[in-house]
């Protein structure tokens, strides 16, 4: 039989777990409310991101959308014929892009530049070097869409996109919570630790921020699992394939000198042998992507 104090033990012990839930909720609501602020995801990317290689028309759908955004379009020539590509004549055309690219390139360099420039304002990034961020994230990109292609991923693209918004919800902490973020690098500077530690200590991990901005932006379930799950330890009971070859594409970002911020900890020897890679083949791709910053700075120089 239960004593009167066990009783009030017990109440309290639930009444306190109630009041940590119901901050945790408030907590989030606040989160979620300040995101709102941010401009939705720009028409041309929506449109791309639905453009898949298994779509009969995938190539005369990825033309018209570009076409149709004269900026856009611009930008794309504009790489297309810059001199890391080397074209033997002039690239006017976005179908000739196409098909002097390819498909793939096209799409993913279309997606980067429709995203970049929905964050151009400097307001957007305070605290952060905006050509360093789009550097690393094309570069993660990148990368993941490689060790996709070992891997035999059905979709490749999907893979790119990925890589490529992993980092998002750091912009959206910039710019929503400037001050926390201002907080955050302070303390990873002091306290020598990595920036993803200084997020949790304040309470804005980007991960779970960008999982929440992908949400809103109404992205696919899989951005959503993805950029939250990039972090996280390969026996963590939400860890992901894609989330896990993100996170081993981020490494790889930080070992060759392309990383943003301090590099976080990762068990690198457990994440490779989670994906059913080996580190032969890691260690070879690493050798491969003496061209990666060259591709990556080439597409972030046309947004200036």
């Not at 298994?54 to 001199?83: F, G, M, W």
């Not at 997606?111 to 420039?117: A, D, K, P």
């Not at 930080?254 to 457990?270: E, N, Y």
């Amino acid at each position: 039989m239960k004593t009167g104090h066990s009783v009030v033990t017990e109440s309290l012990g639930r009444n306190s777990a109630t009041l940590v839930d119901l901050s945790i909720q408030r907590r989030r609501q606040e989160i979620i409310s300040r995101l709102e602020f941010l401009p939705p995801l720009p028409t041309a990317a929506q449109e791309v991101l639905s453009i898949g290689a298994d779509d009969p028309k995938y190539i005369i759908r990825l033309e018209q959308t570009i076409r149709h955004d004269p900026a856009l379009a611009s930008q794309i020539l504009k790489v297309a014929n810059c001199a890391l590509y080397a074209p033997l004549s002039a690239i006017d055309t976005v179908q000739r892009a196409i098909v002097y690219l390819g498909f793939l390139e096209v799409r993913n360099i279309a997606l980067s530049l429709s995203i970049f420039g929905l964050f151009k304002s400097k307001n957007a990034m305070k605290g952060i070097n905006q050509k360093e961020f789009w550097t690393h994230a094309i570069a993660t990109a990148t990368i993941t869409r490689m060790l996709a292609l070992e891997l035999d991923e059905e979709n490749i693209e999907v893979c790119f996109t990925a890589g490529l918004l992993h980092d998002i919800g750091r912009i959206a902490i910039s710019a929503c919570f400037s001050e926390e973020w201002a907080d955050i690098v302070k303390a990873a500077e002091e306290e020598d630790c990595s920036l993803l530690i200084a997020e949790h200590k304040v309470g804005l991990p980007h991960s779970l921020i960008g999982a929440w901005l992908a949400k809103s932006w109404g992205l696919p379930k899989i951005y959503e699992r993805t950029i939250a799950s990039h972090h996280l330890p390969v026996k963590h009971p939400k860890t992901t394939q894609m989330g896990a070859l993100v996170q081993l594409a981020d490494h790889i970002c930080h070992k060759i000198g392309m990383g943003l911020f301090s590099a976080p900890r990762i068990q690198r020897p457990a994440l490779i042998a989670y994906l059913g890679l080996s580190e032969d083949l890691v260690d070879e791709l690493e050798e491969q992507l003496g061209e990666l910053e060259g591709i990556a700075t080439t597409i972030t120089d046309v947004i200036g």
